[in-house]
């Protein structure tokens, strides 16, 4: 007889630097971890292949995705491990000056079957000097959603990072059938805190999706200019914790939890969220 099993989700947690060649490595180990945890597919941060000091140093260390190591290690990586890694990295624009903020999803057999381009960008200035960054200086808006597509875990639909804070696109996923919605991200310490739970969890409870948020952790740079909050998660289409890693430094790490397409299901049947669209209008 054939044992049913739910499909496994694992969250990975790194501190990215400069260093594309010690970011490979940290998520290629994870890719081996989680396929020996049984899981069916990885996600990991904004980000992985590197976390730059400056817009210049962003720039010069991009390579387009058939040619760079990154991207090509993980590829490796996902099909010796039979793995879907889904994982966030940087990737060149038409405009020489600028680049995506791209997130591709990696199938078992190691190609990249689905990509997606940021759409919001997060430029931030906080007036008591603990947050300033710009990312409009050297990076391009996607201009487009991906539509969910199929795998091993229900469909999934991409958002990354700063797109959590608006809940259209989310909404927009979920119509166009996702049960999951990733929000792989690098969250500063002071947003993070205020605000990284909290929307994670309202992004899940009003889309009725499972919410899977891998998270950059610690300082990226010597001087520790830059830092994120990690706090990696998995949250349920009721808003439940059901993965969660911590916010130390070195906190790397990953975590599992199942995805129940049936608790989806009947989620979205016991609570039908029936819009009043003739009131205030849709979202397509
Ligand atoms: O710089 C890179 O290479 C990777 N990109 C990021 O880290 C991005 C843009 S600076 N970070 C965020 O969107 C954080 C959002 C956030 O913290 C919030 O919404 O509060």
Same mark, same amino acid.
């Given at each position: 007889?054939?044992?049913?099993?739910? @499909?496994?989700? /694992?969250?990975?947690?790194?501190? +990215? *630097? %400069?260093?594309?060649?010690?970011?490979?490595?940290? $998520?290629?180990? &994870?890719?081996?971890?989680?396929?020996?945890?049984?899981?069916?597919?990885?996600?990991?941060?904004?980000?992985?292949?590197?976390?730059?000091?400056?817009?210049?140093?962003?720039?010069?260390?991009?390579?387009?995705?058939?040619?760079?190591?990154?991207?090509?290690?993980?590829?490796?990586?996902?099909?010796?491990?039979?793995?879907?890694?889904?994982?966030?990295?940087?990737?060149?624009?038409?405009?020489?000056?600028?680049?995506?903020?791209?997130?591709?999803?990696?199938?078992?057999?190691?190609?990249?079957?689905?990509?997606?381009?940021?759409?919001?960008?997060?430029?931030?200035?906080?007036?008591?000097?603990?947050?300033?960054?710009?990312?409009?200086?050297?990076?391009? @808006?996607?201009? /487009?959603?991906?539509?969910?597509? +199929? *795998? %091993?875990?229900?469909?999934?639909?991409?958002?990354? $990072?700063?797109? &959590?804070?608006?809940?259209?696109?989310?909404?927009?996923?979920?119509?166009?059938?996702?049960?999951?919605?990733?929000?792989?991200?690098?969250?500063?310490?002071?947003?993070?805190?205020?605000?990284?739970?909290?929307?994670?969890?309202?992004?899940?409870?009003?889309?009725?999706?499972?919410?899977?948020?891998?998270?950059?952790?610690?300082?990226?740079?010597?001087?520790?200019?830059?830092?994120?909050?990690?706090?990696?998660?998995?949250?349920?289409?009721?808003?439940?914790?059901?993965?969660?890693?911590?916010?130390?430094?070195?906190?790397?790490?990953?975590?599992?939890?199942?995805?129940?397409?049936?608790?989806?299901?009947?989620?979205?049947?016991?609570?039908?969220?029936?819009?009043?669209?003739?009131?205030?209008?849709?979202?397509?």
């Amino acid at each position: 007889m054939k044992v049913l099993r739910m @499909p496994l989700a /694992a969250i990975g947690q790194i501190r +990215s *630097t %400069a260093s594309v060649s010690h970011n490979l490595k940290l $998520c290629q180990n &994870l890719v081996r971890k989680a396929a020996a945890a049984g899981a069916d597919a990885l996600f990991l941060p904004e980000a992985s292949d590197y976390i730059a000091s400056s817009p210049q140093q962003s720039l010069s260390l991009c390579q387009p995705l058939r040619t760079s190591s990154f991207v090509l290690g993980l590829q490796d990586a996902a099909k010796e491990h039979r793995i879907a890694v889904n994982v966030g990295v940087h990737e060149p624009s038409s405009n020489p000056s600028k680049i995506y903020n791209t997130l591709l999803w990696i199938t078992p057999d190691g190609s990249i079957s689905q990509t997606y381009r940021k759409l919001h960008l997060f430029d931030i200035h906080l007036a008591d000097g603990t947050v300033n960054l710009r990312e409009s200086a050297s990076v391009s @808006p996607g201009e /487009a959603l991906t539509t969910p597509f +199929s *795998t %091993a875990l229900g469909n999934v639909g991409m958002l990354i $990072c700063f797109d &959590l804070r608006f809940p259209e696109p989310s909404l927009a996923l979920r119509n166009r059938g996702a049960h999951i919605i990733t929000y792989p991200s690098a969250f500063t310490v002071a947003t993070g805190e205020a605000h990284w739970e909290t929307l994670l969890r309202a992004r899940a409870i009003e889309t009725q999706c499972y919410v899977i948020a891998s998270a950059q952790v610690g300082a990226h740079d010597e001087e520790g200019k830059r830092k994120s909050w990690g706090h990696a998660m998995i949250i349920d289409a009721w808003g439940k914790v059901v993965a969660k890693l911590g916010g130390d430094e070195d906190e790397g790490g990953l975590a599992v939890a199942e995805v129940d397409l049936g608790l989806v299901e009947r989620i979205r049947g016991e609570m039908s969220l029936k819009r009043r669209e003739g009131v205030y209008g849709s979202i397509e």
